[in-house]
């Protein structure tokens, strides 16, 4: 079994930023521990339902938390800012587009983007609180970008914008049904309940004609991890070789995979639906994996259903799929794919998804655990909670990697020997 201590995490080696960090977390940690020894008197200072505060006390606290948040947004990756309908107007009003060639008044920016200035002045005013833009007040009201607004241009390379659009929308109203899906006597899932609908979310979706932006929304965000999940994995163990993606989606991960190793061969296995949506990707001058597709022949793109069988392959990957499955059906999952597996010394399966972890830095796992709840009755796992769905299928975890400015870890699977 994998301890913590074996998790694997790459060190830069930044000299004067790491010194500034180690500083920063030693007082971080003393004031932590002082305030924590004041107990009772710091409750009833601060969060006493009925005294108030002192007016010194308080003010101290609002400024140090400001202070706090200050921080938070200098070292909290960009991308774990998440959609509110505050920063879908923004995106779907052009905001970011607009303010490309630099900073504007809310006058210039409402009259470019065709929306009233007051109303957008507000909506903006609160995006920059949270590091979604710069906001300024020397001369008037204006804005320009921040690095987690410039993420969502509508060119930049990582497509987050797409994400907005649909978190901002259909997965916000999914929520909706979050109440009625807790109660014990409940069958269907928060999805379900807001689409009444027994149908899984990706029959729904598929039906609804929003397949396509579930699977581009996707697919942008793998291609924004694609950078530290190629650099902190060993995938050069795998050139020369074959993978199968399994449940590869819009096909963006494995196109990533082969342009970083180009003795590599590969394939998509998914449903009969989605593969009918990757086929062209992968085919045609104007296809968008077209500069690799000569690795991927057309029967390397097979549809099926991974509960009953795999097509059989040395090297295995799976991104943002065993999430979606609880403990049995992941077994169900893994089981197959151990009996396909061309028992090899190198062979292996590789899992990319969040682990679970305390703590406001890994918040992010736990939103994408209430995601998998409110859709598909999934579910994010601790590193602990691997452990048994691995050993009841075959497998043992051999290391966890961690990815730089990735959501996901890297979980190498190997089988154990019968």
Request: glycine share 8%; aromatic share 8%; proline share 5%.
């Amino acid at each position: 079994m994998v301890s913590h201590e074996n998790v694997h995490q790459l060190d830069d080696n930044s000299s004067g930023v790491q010194q500034v960090l180690a500083e920063l977390k030693r007082n971080l940690e003393h004031s932590l521990a002082e305030l924590q020894r004041l107990g009772p008197e710091l409750s009833r200072s601060l969060q006493d339902d009925i005294q108030l505060p002192y007016q010194a006390d308080m003010q101290l606290a609002a400024k140090s938390v400001d202070i706090l948040h200050e921080i938070q947004l200098l070292l909290d990756p960009p991308a774990l800012i998440l959609a509110d309908h505050f920063l879908v107007a923004a995106a779907e009003s052009g905001v970011p587009d607009a303010l490309e060639n630099g900073r504007m008044t809310v006058e210039e920016l409402a009259k470019a983007t065709k929306t009233k200035p007051v109303e957008l002045n507000q909506i903006l005013r609160i995006l920059a609180s949270q590091g979604i833009f710069v906001h300024s007040s020397e001369s008037g009201d204006a804005y320009s970008h921040s690095p987690a607004s410039s993420l969502i241009r509508s060119d930049h390379w990582t497509q987050w914008h797409n994400w907005i659009s649909l978190y901002g929308n259909q997965f916000y109203d999914i929520a909706r049904g979050i109440p009625e899906s807790i109660q014990a006597d409940a069958s269907r899932c928060a999805a379900q309940v807001h689409f009444d609908t027994d149908e899984h979310m990706f029959a729904y979706f598929d039906r609804q004609g929003w397949l396509p932006q579930l699977h581009r929304t996707l697919g942008g965000g793998a291609a924004a991890q694609l950078p530290g999940i190629f650099e902190d994995y060993p995938w050069h163990d795998f050139d020369g070789g074959h993978v199968f993606d399994i449940g590869g989606g819009g096909g963006s991960f494995l196109a990533g995979l082969l342009r970083r190793f180009p003795a590599l061969t590969g394939g998509v296995y998914d449903l009969p639906h989605v593969i009918e949506h990757v086929r062209p990707k992968f085919r045609g001058e104007d296809g968008e994996f077209a500069d690799v597709g000569d690795r991927v022949s057309d029967d390397n793109l097979i549809g099926g259903d991974f509960f009953q069988s795999v097509p059989s392959s040395v090297f295995y990957t799976m991104k943002w799929c065993l999430h979606d499955w609880r403990d049995d059906k992941a077994i169900t999952i893994l089981t197959v794919i151990r009996k396909n597996i061309i028992m090899k010394p190198e062979g292996r399966l590789v899992v990319l998804e969040s682990i679970l972890n305390p703590g406001h830095s890994s918040r992010l796992s736990r939103y994408g655990d209430i995601n998998m709840m409110m859709t598909a009755h999934g579910q994010e796992r601790t590193l602990k909670q691997w452990y048994e769905p691995a050993e009841k299928s075959g497998w043992r975890v051999e290391l966890v990697r961690e990815l730089r400015r990735a959501w996901v870890k890297a979980i190498e699977l190997r089988p154990l020997l019968n």
